[in-house]
């Protein structure tokens, strides 16, 4: 984007005219042949795919199948090559209803900001410019604390806390901001079995608020279990659907190929991927 | 003891030096917060380098007046945080080697443009090194009023930077001009070492970005107190360098980032002391 462009945005952020109303007939996400191209080769392959409100979804796939790209995109973060991402009919750059969590590998911990602060950050957007935090933006980011139930730990110094904690403090972040899409790139990467559900129950709870959740995972057995769809990755869009459709055996061998593992079961074929987690490297 | 402090003060040229000196230390040091947290340690390094060009041109021009300086050295130092920042984005070479490039290239420039003079070496030695002590009230009303300028900015963006510098993919889903606001940063940080250039010179500067924030960034885990510690180390290390230099006769310039130092070496060992004897 030029910096003339960016002006314009700017222009735009000042009068704070920006944000698109929502078409109410328009699915949340719509992606329509999205390709991303890289010099040293295709990150994704004409992806297509629609969203439905308050769903849960998760986006599987082998290291490198493009899973924090198609985050990123979906963000509005990244323009695609080809095709087009729309949110609720308009273009994602437009919208400050979709909220990113970023990998935790990716944050710095040392970062000198309490819990607070970084909630705060989500109304930053809605505040606009010239503007400074009112007693009702700090009641809102308490209020999204205690959501996540981390309402004590509001003081607290951001590397003080565990990786659940660290994960739950960006969802209330993402509820500050009062957004309707949540996008979360690998949340449960090293957290333990406690911590994960923990985040599942909140996630349940912003289900039924209809708050559409889009993650992407290693983990093909907490897909199958926890999401109400799937999406299977690699650069191609293989498979969307019901877990028990989108990985199917079939499917997964396309994707994995080699690196799968088969396992049958009394709960039917498992599948396992064993390529190991700290985070894909996607070119950023 | 009284005498010790106020004797200096009885000579005009000091008393600017220190105004000078603390305003330079304050300025830098809450720029120089940003710069820490971000890793652009480096970057600051080489902005201050690559603006020996501007410096040159305007000592070339104005004959030996001020004025020119400082306006030659404020377009150099705003040219060359673009150029860095366009060539690290359009291209796929790394922003470090782009620094490096523009860094050693705007300086060799520099010092070539400067050495056609005869008799170059002393004021050579002047812009690389500094002389707080000559400061004229002219150019107070410069470091003060563009001081100033960047402070307020810093204030008013505040929220926007601090998204920015902690996640700027975040930043850019809230629809922030995440670009507009990096390139705004560097261009305060190109501000801040042109007022700060008459102080420290430009050879030491980093110094003053880098050492008061770290010194901070050592002692809290708040922002706005990172600042207004480094602000504190910044100044007083103003003023104690300036006795330094007035009483042992060293260097203004290298007295100040020395002080800087030090104070930065007292806090990392006592804290190493204090972690040790806690435990």
Avoid at chain 1, 220 to 234: H, P, Q, W
Avoid at chain 2, 248 to 263: D, F, Q
Wanted: glycine share 8%.
């Amino acid at each position: 984007m030029s910096i003339f462009q960016e002006l314009k945005k700017t222009t735009r952020h000042l009068s704070r005219g920006q944000v698109h109303d929502h078409d109410p007939n328009a699915p949340i996400l719509r992606a329509e042949n999205v390709s991303v191209h890289y010099e040293s080769g295709n990150a994704l392959e004409d992806i297509s795919f629609e969203l439905i409100p308050g769903e849960r979804i998760a986006i599987v796939g082998p290291n490198g199948a493009g899973k924090s790209t198609l985050i990123k995109v979906v963000a509005g973060v990244q323009t695609p090559s080809s095709g087009k991402i729309q949110i609720f009919g308009h273009h994602p750059d437009g919208h400050i209803c979709i909220a990113y969590v970023p990998q935790r590998t990716q944050v710095d911990w040392n970062f000198p900001v309490t819990v607070a602060d970084v909630v705060m950050m989500g109304r930053v957007g809605k505040m606009g410019l010239f503007r400074n935090p009112k007693a009702s933006d700090w009641q809102i980011v308490q209020k999204s604390l205690e959501v996540v139930s981390m309402g004590r730990l509001a003081k607290r110094q951001i590397d003080e806390l565990s990786g659940g904690q660290q994960q739950r403090m960006f969802i209330a972040r993402a509820l500050a901001q009062e957004a309707e899409l949540i996008l979360m790139d690998e949340p449960m990467t090293g957290l333990d079995v406690t911590s994960q559900d923990e985040i599942f129950k909140i996630l349940d709870q912003l289900s039924k608020e209809n708050v559409t959740v889009l993650i992407s995972l290693h983990d093909l057995k907490m897909a199958s279990e926890r999401f109400d769809r799937v999406i299977l990755l690699n650069k191609e869009l293989l498979a969307i659907g019901l877990a028990e459709d989108a990985l199917h055996p079939d499917n997964l061998l396309k994707a994995y190929g080699g690196t799968l593992q088969l396992l049958p079961t009394d709960k039917g074929m498992l599948a396992f991927d064993d390529t190991c987690c700290e985070g894909e490297h996607d070119h950023a | 003891m009284l005498e010790f402090i106020l004797e200096p003060l009885q000579y005009a040229f000091m008393v600017r030096g220190l105004a000078a000196a603390v305003a330079v230390g304050i300025v830098s040091a809450v720029v120089g917060t940003y710069v820490v947290l971000r890793g652009m340690a480096f970057f600051g390094d080489a902005l201050a380098h690559s603006i020996l060009p501007g410096v040159a041109v305007g000592y070339l021009v104005g004959g030996g007046a001020r004025e020119p300086l400082f306006w030659w050295a404020l377009v150099a130092a705003i040219l060359s945080a673009l150029g860095i920042g366009t060539i690290s984005r359009n291209t796929k070479i790394k922003e470090d080697t782009a620094i490096g490039i523009i860094f050693a290239g705007t300086f060799a420039l520099g010092i070539a443009m400067i050495s056609t003079v005869d008799g170059y070496t002393v004021d050579l030695a002047h812009f690389l090194f500094g002389d707080v002590l000559a400061v004229r009230s002219g150019d107070l009303s410069l470091i003060g009023s563009f001081g100033g300028l960047t402070i307020l900015l810093i204030l008013v963006f505040y929220k926007e930077f601090l998204v920015i510098s902690f996640d700027p993919i975040f930043a850019a889903t809230l629809r922030l001009p995440v670009r507009l606001l990096d390139f705004l940063l560097l261009i305060l940080i190109a501000v801040t070492i042109v007022v700060s250039l008459q102080a420290v010179g430009v050879a030491l500067m980093v110094a003053m970005l880098v050492t008061p924030a770290a010194t901070a960034y050592l002692l809290t885990k708040r922002l706005p107190i990172m600042m207004a510690l480094a602000a504190t180390f910044a100044s007083i290390s103003g003023v104690v360098g300036l006795y330094l230099s007035y009483y042992w006769s060293i260097a203004s310039g290298s007295a100040i980032v020395l002080v800087c130092t030090a104070i930065f070496g007292l806090v990392w060992g006592g804290l190493t002391i204090f972690r040790r004897v806690s435990n």
